[in-house]
T-cell receptor, first 113, second 116 residues
Framework: DQQVKQNSPSLSVQEGRISILNCDYT??????FLWYKKYPAEGPTFLIS?????DKNEDGRFTVFLNKSAKHLSLHIVPSQPGDSAVYFC????????????FGAGTILRVKS | DTEVTQTPKHLVMGMTNKKSLKCEQH?????MYWYKQKAKKPPELMFV???????INESVPSRFSPECPNSSLLNLHLHALQPEDSALYLC???????????????FGSGTRLTVV
């Protein structure tokens, strides 16, 4: 049973437009969420995170929104750049699980110039 | 130094071989992790070491044996693997025990393992 789901395997966006990547979770104990970006032949790199006490966190071009009632979060990238093309993983953790992260399957983002 | 270094980058081994994967970090992180990632799947947690002690083993088969010789090093010893164990093995580290999530994990680039 996948507790963190990214239902869109891929997304294609024009340079300069907004990219919206979505993530759903099923475990209501999750209280911290993170987004990672992964280029081929590299490990995932941390992008942005959000605690369940917030509904929005912003860092430059990246904004993460959390809707706890819907158990849904999204990552917005504005404006999208070709260098943003990568696999994006959503991850979640729960205080009860210590420092264990549960990852979604990832979404491949392609930004076209 | 803000990196997690994994060696080797690629490894091909037979089912009767014994090999080891190595992971090193010098960021003062006290938690270290092994994840396994199959193609088109999310990374799956295998082991967590916290302050050099094994704190989580996600029911990993005994043919995978982790070792944490000191706070900077993490090894994964492999023996009698099966072809289905072929995957990308990722090492990661994070600050301290419990959750300090300001910057999440720092991942290495991984070891691409092929079992023949």
């Amino acid at each position: 049973d996948q507790q963190v789901k990214q239902n869109s395997p891929s997304l294609s966006v024009q340079e300069g437009r907004i990219s919206i990547l979505n993530c759903d979770y099923t475990n209501s104990m999750f209280d911290y969420f993170l987004w990672y970006k992964k280029y081929p032949a590299e490990g995932p790199t941390f992008l942005i995170s959000i605690s369940s006490i917030k509904d929005k966190n912003e860092d430059g071009r990246f904004t993460v929104f959390l809707n706890k009632s819907a158990k849904h979060l999204s990552l917005h990238i504005v404006p999208s750049q070709p260098g943003d093309s990568a696999v994006y993983f959503c991850a979640a953790s729960a205080r009860a699980y210590g420092n264990k992260l549960v990852f979604g399957a990832g979404t491949i983002l392609r930004v076209k110039s | 130094d803000t990196e997690v270094t994994q060696t080797p980058k690629h490894l091909v081994m037979g089912m009767t071989n014994k090999k080891s994967l190595k992971c090193e970090q010098h960021m003062g992180h006290r938690a270290m992790y092994w994840y396994k990632q199959k193609a088109k799947k999310p990374p799956e947690l295998m082991f967590v070491y916290s302050y050099e002690k094994l704190s989580i083993n996600e029911s990993v088969p005994s043919r995978f044996s982790p070792e944490c010789p000191n706070s900077s090093l993490l090894n994964l010893h492999l023996h009698a693997l099966q072809p289905e164990d072929s995957a990308l093995y990722l090492c990661a580290s994070s600050q301290g025990e419990g959750r300090q999530w300001d910057y999440g994990y720092t991942f290495g680039s991984g070891t691409r393992l092929t079992v023949v």
